[in-house]
């Protein structure tokens, strides 16, 4: 180590393994030591996207090929992808896992006449982060199966940290739901290792062909991923979870735990799934994406409470995602992925940003009703601006990074010709420009209070600061689109010229 170089250190290749390694040793440091739990998961969070960065510039400037974790050869080592995807949704986790820490520090107090909620919430949190990490770079379908599942137990419990018969109730929804997925995937792998012996997504790209076993194999994974990422009409469990959990849960619950299993069938669809005719399940996925779009929407205008109301929204949010997989025609395959990377990259701090803000308003009025907020003014009064500011990319209005993933989504639309997704577009955007309107209204009622509620600075600044990095997104969408293509199974341009 003695006069390497600063830049050859930075350019190892291990600091992917470390953004593992990191939070899940923190984790148990943080059960074993409770007292200084929050102190151990401040430290990894501010850790973490310095190995982050390390890791992309250890790709960018290098180059995408995996590696194995332990030295030993494909096929019988752990292979960890370093590829676009994976730098990007790393990244993201580590911004946005940063911001959460920082939030709970407040929203978890040192002397919380709940110590279980702060004594536990460190270590599963950490384990949540760790296991994310994991998933983003695994390279066979087996070990995806393992970091999911380690996600979905994880989240089960942070749900369930709340306490109370609700909460337990939708934590053990999810736990039946998740389990029920990961049955459906674990099934589909199972066909497909019986048919080539092997579970590495690279190999099994180049060996599978059209027959029934794999389409059923398909299927299977398909359906499970599709629970799990809560996509219309299996979207039963996610309202619930996320508004019974806690505000810093719920964020990372929206951020993280539902882009998991999408980020899977991203691989599989584009990796693992090219030989087989896909138009037919493409389509259908589109379908029930764009159904989810209005009714997440028009489900969200007529909440009464802030959580379930942003919980709806992710529920359209998903559909968006939903779209790629029929906008991935050969001459729009780069914008659909491109599109698809970068919505969830605005959404995930623009959600969590709209959970912080939700969770301060209920930590310090007791309740997130929305006539709650009438006549917020004072502190309250700026997180509602706040919320606006996060919702902007929710709503897809320029500069933000969400209105620049909806442009790439309607050019893929019209160079493929299925100018049906355009309405489906604009009417989400309508909707979710009328649900803010509506807790802005609330917020902005002439109503006089005797008083305002003291909150902390350590509650009021991370919202913010997730909320102008998602309006920022747009502004420097180039960078991440391109850290997005590194290695990425696709090709073409990301906006496509329209031909006469």
Same mark, same amino acid.
């Given at each position: 180590?003695?006069?390497?170089?600063?830049?050859?250190?930075?350019?190892?290749?291990?600091?992917?393994?470390?953004?593992?390694?990191?939070?899940?040793?923190?984790?148990?440091?943080?059960?074993?030591?409770?007292?200084?739990?929050?102190?151990?998961?401040?430290?990894?969070?501010?850790?973490?996207?310095?190995?982050?960065?390390?890791?992309?510039?250890?790709?960018?400037?290098?180059?995408?090929?995996?590696?194995?974790?332990?030295?030993?050869?494909?096929?019988?080592?752990?292979?960890?992808?370093?590829?676009?995807?994976?730098?990007?949704?790393?990244?993201?986790?580590?911004?946005?896992?940063?911001?959460?820490?920082?939030?709970?520090?407040?929203?978890?107090?040192?002397?919380?006449?709940?110590?279980?909620?702060?004594?536990?919430?460190?270590?599963?949190?950490?384990?949540?982060?760790?296991?994310?990490?994991?998933?983003?770079?695994?390279?066979?379908?087996?070990?995806?199966?393992?970091?999911?599942?380690?996600?979905?137990?994880?989240?089960?419990?942070?749900?369930?940290?709340?306490?109370?018969?609700?909460?337990?109730?939708?934590?053990?929804?999810?736990?039946?739901?998740?389990?029920?997925?990961?049955?459906?995937?674990?099934?589909?792998?199972?066909?497909?290792?019986?048919?080539?012996?092997?579970?590495?997504?690279?190999?099994?790209?180049?060996?599978?062909?059209?027959?029934?076993?794999?389409?059923?194999?398909?299927?299977?994974?398909?359906?499970?991923? +599709?629970?799990?990422?809560?996509?219309?009409? &299996?979207? $039963?469990? =996610?309202? %619930?979870?996320? #508004? @019974? /959990?806690? *505000?810093?849960?719920?964020?990372?619950?929206?951020?993280?735990?539902?882009?998991?299993?999408?980020?899977?069938?991203?691989?599989?669809?584009?990796?693992?799934?090219?030989?087989?005719?896909?138009?037919?399940?493409?389509?259908?996925?589109?379908?029930?994406?764009?159904?989810?779009?209005?009714?997440?929407?028009?489900?969200?205008?007529?909440?009464?409470?802030?959580?379930?109301?942003?919980?709806?929204?992710? +529920?359209?949010?998903?559909?968006?995602?939903? &779209?790629? $997989?029929? =906008?991935? %025609?050969?001459? #729009? @395959? /780069?914008? *659909?992925?491109?599109?698809?990377?970068?919505?969830?990259?605005?959404?995930?701090?623009?959600?969590?940003?709209?959970?912080?803000?939700?969770?301060?308003?209920?930590?310090?009025?007791?309740?997130?009703?929305?006539?709650?907020?009438?006549?917020?003014?004072?502190?309250?009064?700026?997180?509602?601006?706040?919320?606006?500011?996060?919702?902007?990319?929710?709503?897809?209005?320029?500069?933000?990074?969400?209105?620049?993933?909806?442009?790439?989504?309607?050019?893929?639309?019209?160079?493929?010709? %299925?100018?049906?997704?355009?309405?489906?577009?604009?009417?989400?955007?309508?909707?979710?420009?009328?649900?803010?309107?509506?807790?802005?209204?609330?917020?902005?009622?002439?109503?006089?209070?005797?008083?305002?509620?003291?909150?902390?600075?350590?509650?009021?600044?991370?919202?913010?600061?997730?909320?102008?990095?998602?309006?920022?997104?747009?502004?420097?969408?180039?960078?991440?689109?391109?850290?997005?293509?590194?290695?990425?199974?696709?090709?073409?341009?990301?906006?496509?010229?329209?031909?006469?």
């Amino acid at each position: 180590m003695r006069n390497r170089p600063l830049t050859e250190l930075f350019l190892h290749q291990q600091w992917l393994i470390w953004l593992t390694l990191l939070p899940l040793g923190a984790a148990v440091a943080a059960f074993l030591a409770p007292q200084q739990a929050r102190w151990i998961g401040l430290a990894t969070a501010l850790l973490l996207p310095v190995c982050a960065l390390a890791g992309i510039l250890s790709v960018t400037l290098t180059h995408a090929d995996p590696i194995t974790a332990g030295g030993w050869p494909t096929p019988l080592g752990i292979e960890l992808r370093r590829d676009g995807l994976a730098l990007v949704m790393l990244a993201v986790t580590a911004l946005v896992g940063f911001i959460i820490s920082c939030y709970a520090l407040g929203y978890f107090p040192v002397h919380d006449r709940h110590y279980d909620k702060v004594r536990y919430f460190w270590p599963l949190w950490l384990f949540l982060w760790g296991s994310c990490n994991a998933l983003f770079v695994s390279g066979d379908l087996f070990n995806l199966y393992v970091t999911l599942e380690l996600v979905t137990l994880s989240s089960v419990a942070l749900i369930a940290l709340e306490g109370g018969k609700q909460a337990l109730a939708a934590a053990l929804r999810y736990l039946f739901i998740g389990l029920l997925g990961s049955l459906s995937y674990l099934l589909g792998v199972g066909l497909l290792y019986g048919s080539y012996a092997t579970v590495d997504i690279a190999l099994l790209g180049e060996m599978i062909s059209a027959t029934r076993l794999n389409h059923a194999a398909m299927a299977l994974m398909v359906a499970g991923l +599709v629970l799990k990422s809560a996509l219309f009409p &299996l979207h $039963f469990w =996610l309202p %619930q979870a996320h #508004t @019974m /959990a806690p *505000a810093p849960v719920s964020a990372a619950l929206s951020a993280l735990v539902v882009k998991a299993a999408y980020v899977i069938l991203l691989r599989l669809w584009f990796e693992v799934f090219p030989a087989l005719d896909t138009f037919a399940v493409g389509h259908l996925l589109g379908l029930l994406g764009s159904i989810a779009i209005v009714w997440g929407s028009l489900m969200a205008l007529r909440q009464e409470r802030l959580k379930l109301l942003i919980a709806y929204s992710t +529920v359209a949010q998903i559909g968006y995602l939903y &779209l790629v $997989f029929p =906008l991935a %025609q050969p001459e #729009t @395959m /780069a914008a *659909a992925w491109t599109g698809g990377v970068l919505l969830m990259m605005t959404h995930a701090c623009g959600k969590s940003a709209m959970f912080m803000v939700a969770g301060t308003i209920h930590h310090t009025a007791g309740s997130d009703r929305l006539s709650r907020l009438a006549g917020a003014g004072g502190p309250v009064g700026v997180l509602a601006v706040v919320f606006t500011l996060a919702a902007t990319t929710i709503i897809g209005l320029p500069p933000s990074g969400g209105f620049f993933a909806k442009w790439i989504f309607i050019n893929a639309a019209l160079v493929t010709g %299925q100018w049906w997704y355009l309405p489906i577009i604009l009417s989400g955007t309508l909707l979710a420009a009328a649900y803010i309107a509506r807790v802005l209204g609330w917020a902005f009622l002439d109503v006089k209070r005797s008083s305002y509620p003291v909150i902390p600075w350590v509650m009021k600044w991370p919202p913010l600061v997730l909320s102008v990095i998602a309006l920022l997104f747009g502004l420097i969408a180039y960078e991440p689109i391109q850290i997005a293509l590194i290695g990425a199974p696709v090709h073409g341009s990301i906006m496509v010229e329209m031909t006469p």
